[in-house]
């Protein structure tokens, strides 16, 4: 039985983390793990998680609020290739917006960006409930999900 949890990256799994990768015809549109990884190093209030089935990392996340506009954000998500096509994405946003609302200090919604071209993730972010709002000045799809 699946039961897909989400575990913070630390000095035990950071490995595995960086080991996992989307389709190539996917790695132009989002960062690797690996970059993700140390990008958080240098953001508050950020914080790079493994989507995991089980004792096994399926997936990662990052989100966190943004030091510029105070929302909060999914700065990446991804599936690994061999998981992709379960429906593990949809179910791994859902995760992310139940701990944002844990941890939520009255923000009104979460935002996050896409490439316009990447209809798996526009499909999987409107089905988590997710509305386009705009093109952003740096090229991605902005979507919101309302609080």
Same mark, same amino acid.
């Given at each position: 039985?699946e039961?897909?949890?989400?575990?913070?990256?630390d000095? !035990?799994n950071? &490995? %595995?983390? /960086?080991?996992?990768?989307?389709?190539?015809?996917? *790695?132009?549109?989002?960062?690797?793990?690996? +970059?993700?990884?140390?990008?958080?190093q240098?953001?508050?209030?950020?914080?790079?998680?493994?989507? !995991?089935?089980? &004792? %096994?990392m /399926?997936?990662?996340?990052?989100?966190?609020?943004? *030091?510029d506009?105070?929302?909060?954000?999914? +700065?990446?998500?991804?599936?690994?290739?061999?998981y992709?096509?379960?429906?593990?994405?949809l179910?791994?946003?859902?995760l992310?917006?139940?701990?944002i609302?844990?941890?939520?200090?009255?923000?009104p919604?979460?935002?996050?960006?896409?490439?316009?071209?990447?209809?798996?993730?526009?499909?999987?972010?409107?089905?988590?409930?997710?509305?386009?709002?705009?093109?952003?000045?740096?090229?991605?799809?902005?979507?919101?999900?309302?609080?």
């Amino acid at each position: 039985m699946e039961k897909l949890t989400l575990k913070s990256i630390d000095k !035990y799994n950071w &490995e %595995t983390a /960086i080991e996992l990768s989307v389709n190539e015809d996917q *790695k132009r549109f989002i960062a690797t793990n690996l +970059y993700s990884i140390a990008q958080v190093q240098f953001l508050d209030n950020f914080y790079v998680k493994g989507v !995991y089935n089980s &004792e %096994t990392m /399926i997936g990662f996340t990052m989100y966190g609020i943004d *030091k510029d506009d105070k929302n909060y954000w999914i +700065y990446r998500l991804m599936i690994d290739k061999n998981y992709q096509g379960n429906g593990y994405g949809l179910k791994a946003i859902k995760l992310v917006i139940e701990e944002i609302k844990r941890e939520n200090n009255d923000r009104p919604f979460i935002l996050i960006g896409y490439h316009p071209n990447n209809g798996a993730a526009r499909k999987v972010y409107k089905k988590a409930g997710f509305i386009e709002i705009s093109i952003a000045p740096w090229g991605e799809q902005l979507a919101k999900f309302n609080l």
